[in-house]
């Protein structure tokens, strides 16, 4: 590979030959992180397809990826700079403007506000591309260099990664592949199949080598579909249930009392709290029977090795930081982790944190000036509405968004809109698309897709770290997220050598030396070496090496009829709103062929609770409480229980009915650790919608 430019042409060896095979990696947000076969011919992706050699890929993707190429050349692309000529209140009307005069606009009027408070800037990312090059690099030097607000970036997994880290020392758990060797399987907050389709390959594994599944999950989804068992609690109690199968499991002394005696903390507090859980108290709380707690502890404490994949699902309501600590507890009553096929497994990134070169790449040190303040992106909607305050700080006055569509995707809608619509507020969009943000902003810069730039990646599903080299160049005036930030620095009057680093020279910063360069790009990944069965002996990354169960405890969700009786007399539904199986949180949504398939945003409900409102299968509803309204199709469904309805998410606004989406009901309300959202404690109400 040459020294080329590696944001604009390709390397000249790299275009010579008509027809060749790119080593790509999926960047979407999705525990998978797959390896990727990408097919040029003529300077054209003809295939996007998964390596067959990639142990978790194994040749498949899903749906969605294996469409990757037609969002790439999608006919809506935004391929040249836009400036707004509408005003905000008004329908977006933007105009193309060169590159130049959009960075010099975009500059001066950045200048303006930092000469004030560049607190007053606030860049706003999440993980559009999970890639590190494109996600943070330049983009937050740039940000350091500037000293605006920092972004708290709790809108996926805060919950879960503070009480994994609270609990373990770390995002830390089994290794994916063994989980085919496993005898027992809790899928619990995890619609696998949907989310996280290649976990599934290896608990099918185990299925057939004749381990026995059980899917937790208040909706029968098509994972719960292919499990033994479905056990259908109520959003937001899984905390009372691993209370109590810990009481099952000390009531019959299925306890590994040299693993918690040897391993754990806190065991004897958490012991007494667990007695005050028998399985009638728990069937009260998670809307289950006894049978099914005393059934669930029986087969976890009677088997082994057992395994859970727990997920983000779970960790969506109020409680979700104290209910993963709960459920990721475990493991250490039975001992599982001495078998590498028991365990549990949240997310996997906690391994790969040692290799990553993070302040490399965002050099923390070109902040000149105090720290600055940190701003939840959970509460967007009421930050942007803030006025100035001594205990808030300046107004938000500008938002700079890449990596994410928040006007879609953060919670209670209603306020995110007003505050992006305000008039003075300055808002640029780095996009592929005119999603839901983009319409609301000043400027929308044209940003390439994982085709167009280089990249390399780390997983939270697997422990392996992938590249995706740059398979053909921009399209129309794209650039990539680096490019875009080295230029507005360079416009900014910004002169530290720094910014002028290429793609590859931070691809190259990237890990460690534990991760060489050169045999990642040759293979295309790198597994990281770890042992098998971690924590066979202890030795977990916290304090003093051992497990912290102190404090973990039940916590009721913000709403629902134990913790607000009020609210729910008048909203007796709890609705959670987890992803459409063919989209992406909002990405995907635009794509036809894939919005065809997912048809039109939907609200499934049980039929009893159909029929108490005289509600048909099809009929369009209006799903309300007193933040907002959110118009669907009503499709009567045995994926939902009764007293819960599934608003499946997240669909872009304007291409939903009546502009509106599932995030026009959920609250800012935040979880008990980590300050992540609540989307699935949140109770509605549904009407038919009058003709
Ligand atoms: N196809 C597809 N794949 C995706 C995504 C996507 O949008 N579409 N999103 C990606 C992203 S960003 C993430 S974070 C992950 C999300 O994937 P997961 O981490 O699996 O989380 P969710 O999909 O939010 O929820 C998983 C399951 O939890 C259930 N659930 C909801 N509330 C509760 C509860 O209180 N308790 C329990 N036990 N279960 C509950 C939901 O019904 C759902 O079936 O998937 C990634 N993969
Ligand atoms: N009600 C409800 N709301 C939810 C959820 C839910 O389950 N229910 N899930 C939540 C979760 S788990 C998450 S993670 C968030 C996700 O929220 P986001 O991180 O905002 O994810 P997306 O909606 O996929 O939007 C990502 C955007 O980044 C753009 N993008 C992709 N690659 C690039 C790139 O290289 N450069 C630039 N400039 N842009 C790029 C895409 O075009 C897309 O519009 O949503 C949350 N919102
Ligand atoms: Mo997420």
Redesign the pocket.
Known sequence: MSQADPYSPLSPSASQSASRVVKGACP????DTCALKITVENERVIKVQGAAEHRSTHGAL?T?VSRYAERTYHAERVLRPLKRVSAKHEAPRFEPVSWREALDDIAARLQAIAARDPQAILPYSY?GTMGLIQGESISARFFNRLGASRLDRTI??GAGGAAMTATYGHKVGMHLPFFAESKLILI?????I???LHFWTFANQAKRAGAKLIC????K?E?ADKCHQHIA??????GALALGLMHELIQHDWLDHDYLNAHVDGWDELKARALQWPPERVAEVCGITAEEVVQLARDYGQTQPAAIRL????Q??RGGGN?VRLVALLPCLTGAWRNRAGGLLLSASGWVAPFKNSARLEKPELLQGPEPRIINMSTIGDDLLRPSSADFGPRIEALIVYNSNPVAVAPESPKVVSGFARSDLFTVVLEHFMTDTADLADYVLPATTQLEHLDVHTSYGHTDVLINEQAIAPIGEAKSNTQIFRELAAAMGFTEPCFAETDEQLARQAFTSAIDFEALRAQGWQSLPLADAPFAAGGFPTANGRVQAAGADYVANYESRASNPDLARRYPLAM?S????????SSFVNVKSLRDIEGEPLVEVHAEDAAARGLQDGAMVRVFNDRGSYVCRLAVSARARPGVV?GL??WWRKLGAAGSNVNEVTHQGLTDMGQAPSF?DCLVELEALAA
Request: charged share 15%; hydrophobic share 30%; glycine share 8%.
């Open positions: 979407h947000d999705c525990p899903c969605k993980a996926c997994a619990w907050g995890s619609n696998s949907a989310s996280n937790i999950d208040p909706r989804t994972t609690l109520l959003p937001g109690s899984d997920n983000y699902g779970m969506r309501v209910a959670i987890p992803p459409a199986r063919n989209f992406l949180n599934n998410g997240v699935y």
